[in-house]
């Protein structure tokens, strides 16, 4: 497409299937997509789709099923990829460009491959009309809304659809169109303007991509004129069910609603006396008779705390308002958890919510968009984060096995490069192919990534300067799993006592002898009891507790010495300056690069690594002077703190 970055799907990537001859047997809208995508990639290096006969690939649809999943085999100089469904054929297909060479050599084995997730979905924070405050994607940092331009959905859809390629290649299959902060205008997208969500939904489709809506809880008053919006009430319920009838008529496979509710200003069931398990499932009764779910928040919490009450604790809050709900939720109901407690900061431990409610279906909700990972204008490849929730046990049993469904908030805009950052293309690549293979190591995604981006001459060091980049950010930001310590409302740089007398409960409690927040049972806020053992027993000392997460779990003084064998004080230094020397060892190894990169990516890079470097010292100088300045110790090494 004119003007629009290919991201990981240049044409090169289609040339081993391109110059193939290639059998396409079965029929269906998918079979289409990959018909068309079959032609393109020979009509480009002159293969053939053949109607029969000889062929170096077939690709084979053996019914309708609705399956994901496909079988991939590589037999006499043929390979073969058959699926019981559309879905399964598509994934089969750029599981095939994925492997491009690879694909057409030697044999292998008859293998299926199907997603370990049923539902591996991106939330976009888009608004139609423009916010007065959040602009139009409430935290995005990729320009304006894919989807709406000008108060309306787009006119011209072609750049959706390839965002439904892009998404299908990795293997996402969901989307939720607006934000969870649904204001007046977003609303109405449920009722009088669903036909422009029917017509996004209509370009996503061809490419396997379910759509979802952010609804309003209070729609019935604010849209439908009724006077309460209590989940009980017959006339309520009656609203919500004729409005979901309508939605489908317009959108037969819409995926269902996405909610925020009785979470920073949203409307809820609170204020009806009901609980969150009625306000979902009224959602889910309507859904019900056309296979809709409602992904229902956990993001509930008191943003009107009083900084002076050490024992409230916003970690807490999800944990205590919904573990006493488990078994209430209906059955197509999915509560949507935060991978932390908190809200995305660099370090969290993983939510005690997650195993918790065994009787619950449960998504995790991850944060592609970088609101507190250097919102775009930082390198910093999510993936070792992401694996590393995934992978946590907190019971036992890994995250990924707990979970029914992975979302993330999306990093895409419609920027020119789909992520305003081109490397920010990773977390979004890198999302999808963990939601489909959560053991997958991240790495290798990487590498793939990388590949398919970049061709093979610059990838080592573009691994290079992206395989790090999480920990380097996090040496340069909070430390030691403290969070926040940013700029009040927006976010991004550093502020370290922005948040500290502020009601959102996000403190670090730093004076002269120490710093940290003290969530143990023994003498805290009790929140490490939330945790299964062993976890909350690990967490409960800080002899025990991990390092990178002491001052999440712990207020210790400054010359408490950690498992590193470094205090407290002198970790902080040295991590503050390693980070800003890593990042600029970063920048001279994209730059060597320039010869290697396509020139308007090398030059995009370039520029936003300026302001990464300028960002990551006014880090490194402002925590490590206001360390310095309370604590009164000197770095052990005599480097100079402004
Ligand atoms: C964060 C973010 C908000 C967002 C909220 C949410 O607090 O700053 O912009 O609305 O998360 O996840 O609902």
């Known amino acids: 497409m004119q003007g629009v970055d290919d991201a990981w799907l240049p044409d090169g990537v289609f040339r081993q299937v391109g110059t193939r001859r290639t059998l396409i047997r079965g029929a269906g809208p998918l079979v289409d997509t990959v018909r068309r995508e079959v032609d393109r990639a020979c009509a480009r290096f002159g293969g053939r789709v053949v109607p029969h006969g000889d062929s170096d690939l077939v690709l084979e649809l053996t019914g309708e099923d609705g399956s994901e999943a496909f079988t991939y085999e590589r037999r006499d100089g043929r390979t073969t990829v058959t699926a019981s469904g559309g879905a399964g054929l598509l994934h089969g297909f750029f599981h095939v460009v994925r492997l491009g060479a690879a694909a057409f050599e030697g044999s292998s084995e008859r293998r299926s491959h199907r997603s370990e997730l049923a539902l591996r979905m991106l939330d976009h924070w888009d608004n139609v009309a423009v916010h007065p405050v959040m602009g139009q994607v409430e935290r995005g940092y990729a320009g304006g809304s894919l989807f709406w331009e000008d108060g309306r959905a787009r006119g011209d859809l072609e750049r959706v659809m390839a965002y439904g390629r892009l998404l299908a290649s990795c293997g996402i299959n969901a989307v939720a169109v607006n934000n969870v902060n649904v204001h007046e205008t977003e609303a109405r997208l449920l009722t009088d303007r669903i036909a422009e969500v029917a017509a996004i939904a209509g370009a996503l489709r061809e490419y396997g991509i379910r759509t979802h809506l952010s609804v309003s809880f209070a729609a019935p008053v ?149 609101e507190y990972t250097g919102q775009q204008r930082h390198v910093c490849w999510l993936g070792p984060m992401w694996s590393e929730v995934l992978r946590f046990r907190p019971d036992g049993t890994p995250v990924a096995e707990l979970a029914n469904a992975l979302v993330a908030v999306s990093n895409v805009g419609d920027d020119r490069f789909w992520t305003g950052h081109p490397l920010a293309q990773a977390n979004l690549y890198t999302f999808g192919r963990l939601a489909w293979q959560p053991d997958a190591d991240p790495l290798e995604i990487l590498d793939e990534w990388i590949r398919l981006t970049f061709g093979p001459e610059p990838a080592a060091g573009v691994r290079a300067v992206m395989e790090g980049s999480w920990r380097t950010y996090e040496k340069y930001t909070a430390p030691l799993g403290v969070g926040f310590m940013v700029q009040p409302g927006h976010h991004y740089g550093p502020s370290v006592d922005g948040y500290e007398y502020s009601p959102w409960g996000t403190y670090h409690f730093a004076d002269r002898d120490g710093v940290g927040v003290d969530r143990s049972a023994a003498t805290g806020t009790g929140y490490a009891a939330q945790y299964a053992k062993p976890w909350a027993e690990v967490y409960e000392s800080p002899e025990t507790c991990p390092d990178e997460l002491l001052l999440f779990f712990h207020h210790v003084p400054y010359g408490h010495v950690l498992h590193s064998g470094k205090t407290v004080i002198q970790h902080i230094y040295d991590t503050h300056f390693e980070g800003v020397e890593e990042a600029e060892a970063a920048r001279r190894v994209w730059a060597s690069l320039v010869d290697l990169v396509d020139a308007e990516r090398h030059a995009r890079v370039a520029e936003r690594f300026e302001e990464q470097l300028r960002s990551a010292r006014e880090w490194r100088d402002q925590i490590n002077s206001y360390f310095f300045r309370k604590s009164g110790v000197p770095d052990a090494r005599g480097r100079r703190i402004p």
């Open 222 to 370: 604010v849209l439908g004129g009724l006077a309460t919006a209590d989940p009980l009430d017959e006339g309520v319920r009656a609203w919500w069910a004729e409005v979901t009838g309508r939605v489908y008529a317009a959108i037969p496979d819409f995926g269902g609603y996405v909610v925020k509710a009785d979470s920073e200003e949203q409307p809820g069931p609170f204020a009806y006396g009901r609980t969150h398990a009625d306000g979902a499932n009224m959602l889910a009764a309507a859904l019900e008779p056309y296979g809709g779910t409602v992904h229902w928040r956990a993001f509930v919490y008191d943003h009107r705390q009083d900084w002076r009450d050490r024992t409230t604790d916003r970690a807490r809050a999800a944990y205590d308002h919904f573990v006493p709900l488990d078994g209430q939720f209906a059955s197509n109901a999915v509560l949507q958890v935060k991978h932390g407690p908190m809200d995305f900061q660099v370090r969290e431990p993983v939510s005690p919510l997650i195993g918790a409610m065994p009787g619950t279906r449960l998504a995790v909700e991850l944060q592609a968009t970088q």
